[in-house]
């Protein structure tokens, strides 16, 4: 969707998050669907000619391949940029609202680790059903949610910036981390934030039953607790430290 460069204000970027915690909330409950599937990770289960990875870089991959023009919204970032090429998909004219330097700050590497190695064994059941490409369709769709979230830092930290210029720049131009880090953070947000995914959580993972009465004692879809620590140890964290790269490139 494009945006007119003055639609981007602090309320508006933080309304597109509070809407991003219901794609979260709900890529969490697809997930948990499906058992850890570990075939799905291991290097040896595929015997592709040519491909050497698991099922699930194999979808990343190529999924990413064929959807190459979405990475033309500075919106998205990929996981695997270096088999795309860009050049092939035809323009379109998103609003240019970040700095240049926004291009180069991508983390899905870390992201990557923090959901396969912190996050998915926090809330999937071990196990094994066999599903492996569901499995990895569902990594794929709650991982690109979460990338998405945490890489709209960067506007977060445009719009902050343009608000008050003469705060940040002293710090930016001392790379000053620490000092930027605490001129950005709300910490009355970050409770909102959290208690407002683990309401969520609880709300959309109920089983509803056409008898109200009857909602709150259905059994929970996941643990909603697990929403919450994800944004707590690691989407709200990451997002920040989004914003902190993007402001030390903000006058490059
Ligand atoms: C995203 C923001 O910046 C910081 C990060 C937050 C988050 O990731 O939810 C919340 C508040 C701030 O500490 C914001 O101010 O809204």
Redesign the pocket.
């Known amino acids: 969707m494009a945006t007119a460069e003055n639609e981007y204000t602090?309320d508006t970027?933080?309304e597109t998050?509070v809407r991003q915690e219901d794609t979260i909330v709900f890529g969490l409950i697809e997930r948990s669907k499906f058992p850890f599937n570990s075939q799905t990770y291991d290097q040896n289960y595929l015997q592709i000619p040519g491909f050497c990875g698991s099922l699930v870089e194999f979808v990343f991959t190529n999924t990413e391949i064929v959807q190459a023009g979405r990475y033309k919204n500075p919106e998205e970032n990929p996981f695997f940029p270096e088999n795309l090429s860009l050049s092939l998909v035809p323009s379109y004219p998103f609003t240019k609202f970040l700095h240049p330097g926004a291009a180069s700050i991508n983390i899905n590497k870390s992201l990557w680790k923090m959901y396969f190695h912190d996050l998915l064994p926090l809330f999937v059941a071990s196990g094994d059903d066999g599903n492996y490409a569901q499995t990895a369709a569902s990594d794929l769709s709650l991982l690109q949610a979460i990338s998405k979230r945490v890489h709209?830092?960067k506007f977060?930290a445009e719009v902050?910036f343009r608000e008050s210029p003469q705060d940040y720049e002293p710090l930016i131009r001392s790379k000053d981390k620490e000092g930027l880090m605490k001129l950005?953070?709300?910490?009355s947000?970050?409770e909102m934030?959290k208690k407002r995914v683990e309401k969520k959580a609880t709300l959309f993972g109920q089983d509803i039953s056409l008898n109200s009465s009857d909602d709150s004692k259905g059994k929970q879809k996941f643990d909603p607790s697990v929403a919450s620590k994800l944004?707590e140890k690691w989407?709200?964290p990451l997002?920040?430290e989004v914003?902190v790269e993007y402001l030390l490139r903000r006058l490059d």
């Not at 950005?184 to 910490?187: A, G, I, N, P, S």
Request: net charge positive; glycine share 4%.
């Open positions: 602090l970027v933080r998050l709209y830092g977060v902050k950005l953070t709300f910490k947000v970050e934030v944004y989407v709200i997002t920040k914003q």
